[in-house]
């Protein structure tokens, strides 16, 4: 097999598991090592890539991104292409919420390209209504089937929640991290300082936020009793680069 095809993405390889399931040797050719391999895979993810995988395995797709990223074995991806593909319609498989913070950019540590997720990003990950109906289009209207909470090391939201930090509409969005703060036991110091207690809060602040989802979206908690969707966690660490999947 090729490099290319190596590292091919996954959801093309589960778009190739489908075919080899469909029993289609023509269709095989097409996803082949051959000359037109470079032409071959779908340059976006589509509605039958999706739509064919379960939340556990979209999940794992997105660890095994990860696990590339940190290698620096990434997809050498054509983003024209993926735009070009999708232009004309989405199917993502996930919804992130994830932190504002520039080091921990979702798409690009889970390796993932144009047209595979939707990503809320607000300091501190912490969910609103606004944050809860944009959820709530991904999933039941636009198809995506995990919902990922994921917050950081490091996190300024997070030491600024820990401070009681004040400024403008700031003090705000650090309140809604309070309870985590308070959540959080921790044998040393309780302070910004000590980012093992930062870090801490950070995960019980993912946590509670997948809590208040599934509390205060019924849409979603709907979704995810049915077993359509899955709502889950995972923190993302600066320093290693590693995503710890919480659930
Ligand atoms: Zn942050």
């Known amino acids: 097999m090729c490099e290319r095809c190596k590292e091919s993405f996954d959801w093309h390889r ?3 598991n489908f075919l080899k399931a469909a029993g289609s040797a023509a269709a095989l050719g097409i996803v082949g090592c051959g000359p037109l391999s470079g032409t071959a895979y779908a340059d976006a993810l589509t509605r039958g890539q999706r739509d064919k995988m379960s939340p556990a395995e979209i999940i794992a797709v997105m660890k095994r991104g990860n696990e590339r990223f940190r290698r620096g074995v990434r997809k050498n ?7 070009k593909a999708s ?6 498989a ?19 390209g144009i047209g595979d997720i939707f990503n809320c990003r607000v300091a501190g990950n912490v969910a609103n209504q606004d944050v809860l109906g944009s959820m709530e289009f991904a999933c039941k209207l636009a198809g995506a089937k995990v919902v990922l909470v994921m917050g950081h090391t ?3 939201a997070i030491k600024g929640a820990i401070d009681n930090a004040e400024l403008g509409n700031l003090t705000g969005l650090l309140d809604k991290i309070k309870p985590a703060v308070q959540a959080t036991s921790h044998s040393g110091e309780r302070s910004s300082k000590n980012y093992s207690f930062v870090d801490a809060v950070a995960r ?3 946590l509670l936020t ?3 989802i599934r509390k205060n979206s019924s849409v ?26 919480l659930s």
Do not use: H, W
């Open 204 to 206: 019980t602040n993912v």
């Open 87 to 92: 232009a004309s319609g989405q199917y993502p």
């Open 94 to 112: 996930a919804v992130l919420l994830s932190c504002i913070d520039s080091r921990a950019p979702a798409e690009v540590i889970m390796d993932l």
């Open 210 to 212: 997948m809590d208040n």
């Open 154 to 156: 490091v996190c300024g």
């Open 14 to 16: 589960q778009r190739r």
């Open 220 to 245: 979603l908690a709907e979704l995810e009793s049915k077993g359509t969707i899955k709502i889950a966690g995972a923190m993302y660490n600066l320093q290693t680069a590693a995503m710890d999947f």
């Open 77 to 83: 991806r054509n983003y024209l292409n993926e735009q």
